[in-house]
């Protein structure tokens, strides 16, 4: 029961983590190879403030804004560069974060920082928790689908050139992708900062970040359900398989590499396909 | 009678082409204007240079005495400019009438956080539909871009532009892919958009339809200016006639 109990937490986290970099790789085609920065910052910055005293709710939100706030400075200075380069740029700023983490002794340096306090609940009522606020990010993903805001990130994932035609101000509706998917990835730092009770610079690293990705291109670029199936099963299966977790990046990697090349749409476009057929099939 | 559009000295160079050489013309409310020459005259990065998408090294452009020059593309179309480019460029993810729709819709993706909560595409799409059909293309609005010939994708842009509302609509070759039957009908389309008070820049290679329904010809050749004045004053100009015969001439033999 414990077990099951720190899975679901763990899967709850990678979910809300995957969704939030969802709107941005997958609602609004931007890639982003250093998602787990914002993921660190929104930890350390609300490890910090409890370690300080401050409330565990306070601590979660400052961590989610401050995560949010580095997402808009580092898309401001991403809005002139396009696809590879975005890829690199943002690569660039995973080893930025982790390179100025490493060299602060106020945040732990190498060694991280360690007895995080316990936000007061049980390990139960923490799931809950997680698994709660998990939900609430899938069904404000599910919403901003069909607002007008998903109907312009469509557009712009599509052909930033042509969305400019019909007048949607592309860095504007950018911007807002990283704000919302950067402070999204802060609140499951905040999260697992506080399930852990110790956080380094390793918690946040390259590898962190492809596996993030993966996440959302394996379970399908955009699609919220495909991206929550495969957030949970990535999540949990290097706890039960020991050569997963040694070959992470090869595995993940690899993976990541397979659906790009035959597979496009991760495994919501295979199981779209599927059932294409089957309809195709089953027809007279 | 004031200008909507004037292009004042414009030059554009790319590299170590000069495409545009102190190009000036103007649009007046409610005029058909055809912008002509030859293949590689200017005449698409001439509109380009109105829409934002190349910024020209020297000249203005100004829309109803509003300077655009250093406007974002997106600003110059929230200020009321509709185009349709000579490649087409449809939202190939989208269907034909949620590519019209999104740009009917406008108004509600005009800042992200508005359009954050708003949802319901019913009047957009309802819109839509009726400029497909007016556009003669409603039979496909389900469709994807993918699947349809270059005639019905040059339409489908012309549909997109009109689902904004311009004050003023650019085409840039329109009629391509057309037969003729069908080249005459959306030309006599444009005419109607025309008298209905819309003012529009028509660069179009089809001579045979630019002079049956433009007021008005501005003729460039080389990236300069040429000529401009009445259809048929224009065309009888030798130097046109010359520019045309020269380097274009399957071009002037559709009139
Ligand atoms: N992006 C670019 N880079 C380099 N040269 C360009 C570019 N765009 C246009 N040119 C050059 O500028 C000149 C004018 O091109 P433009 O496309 O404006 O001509 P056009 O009048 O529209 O021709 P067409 O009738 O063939 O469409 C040509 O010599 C073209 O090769
Ligand atoms: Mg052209």
């Known amino acids: 029961m414990e077990y099951t109990v720190t899975l679901l937490i763990l899967m709850g986290i990678s979910i809300i983590l995957a969704l939030s970099l969802n709107l941005i790789t997958g609602y609004c085609g931007q890639i982003s190879l250093g998602h787990a920065a914002f993921y660190g910052a929104g930890a350390y910055c609300a490890a910090m403030m409890t370690k300080a005293g401050i409330p565990f709710g306070v601590a979660l939100l400052a961590g989610t804004a401050l995560a949010g706030a580095l997402g808009v400075i580092v898309g401001l200075a991403s809005l002139r560069v396009r696809h590879d380069f975005l890829a690199i740029t943002t690569m660039g700023v995973g080893f930025l974060f982790l390179g100025v983490v490493r060299k602060q002794d106020w945040l732990g340096g190498e060694m991280g920082i360690f007895a995080i306090p316990d936000p007061g609940l049980s390990k139960t009522a923490y799931m809950v928790l997680v698994l709660v606020l998990a939900a609430l990010v899938a069904a404000f993903s599910l919403y901003l689908k069909r607002t007008w805001m998903g109907f312009a990130f469509d557009a712009i994932a599509d052909d930033e050139d042509t969305a400019r035609m019909v007048g949607i101000d592309v860095p504007r509706y950018k911007l807002t992708a990283f704000a919302m998917g950067t402070a999204l990835a802060g609140l499951a730092g905040g999260l697992y900062a506080h399930d852990i009770k110790y956080i380094g610079p390793d918690s946040f690293s390259f590898i962190e970040s492809i596996t993030i990705l993966s996440m959302v291109v394996i379970g399908g670029i955009g699609s919220v359900p495909g991206v929550i199936f495969a957030a949970a099963a990535l999540s949990v299966l290097p706890q039960w398989l020991q050569f997963i977790a040694e070959y992470k990046l090869l595995l993940y990697g690899g993976l990541l590499f397979a659906v790009m090349r035959f597979s496009p749409g991760g495994l919501a476009g295979m199981a779209r396909g599927m059932a294409a057929r089957a309809r195709a099939g089953g027809a007279p | ?255």
Do not use: W
């Open chain 2, 1 to 255: 009678m004031t200008a909507v559009l004037e292009v004042r000295g414009v030059s554009v160079a790319f590299g170590g082409v000069q495409a545009l050489e102190d190009v000036s013309f103007e649009l007046r409310e409610g005029e058909l204007l055809g912008l002509m020459g030859p293949n590689g005259a200017g005449k698409t990065t001439a509109m380009r240079a109105i829409t934002g998408v190349v910024t020209p090294q020297e000249g203005e452009v100004r829309l109803r005495g509003r300077r655009l020059n250093g406007l974002a593309v997106e600003r110059r179309v929230r200020l009321g400019l509709g185009m349709s480019q000579q490649i087409v460029k449809p939202f190939r993810s989208m269907t034909v009438v949620q590519n019209v729709a999104l740009a009917a819709g406008a108004a509600r993706t005009a800042n992200p956080l508005g359009a954050l909560f708003q949802t319901g595409r019913g009047a957009e799409t309802a819109r839509a539909r009726e400029l497909l059909e007016l556009v003669g293309i409603g039979e496909a609005a389900d469709a994807s871009p993918s699947e349809l010939p270059l005639g019905f994708l040059k339409r489908l842009e012309v549909a997109r532009a009109l689902a904004l509302d311009p004050q003023l609509l650019l085409l840039d070759e329109p009629l391509a892919g057309l037969n003729q039957a069908e080249a005459a009908t959306f030309a006599d389309v444009i005419t109607g958009l025309n008298r209905g008070g819309l003012s529009i820049i028509l660069i179009e290679h089809n001579l045979g339809e630019v002079l049956r329904i433009c007021s008005r010809l501005v003729v460039l050749d080389n990236g300069r200016n040429l000529k401009s004045g009445a259809p048929l004053e224009v065309m009888a100009d030798p130097a046109v006639r010359a520019a045309y015969l020269g380097e274009g001439g399957d071009d002037a033999e559709a009139g």
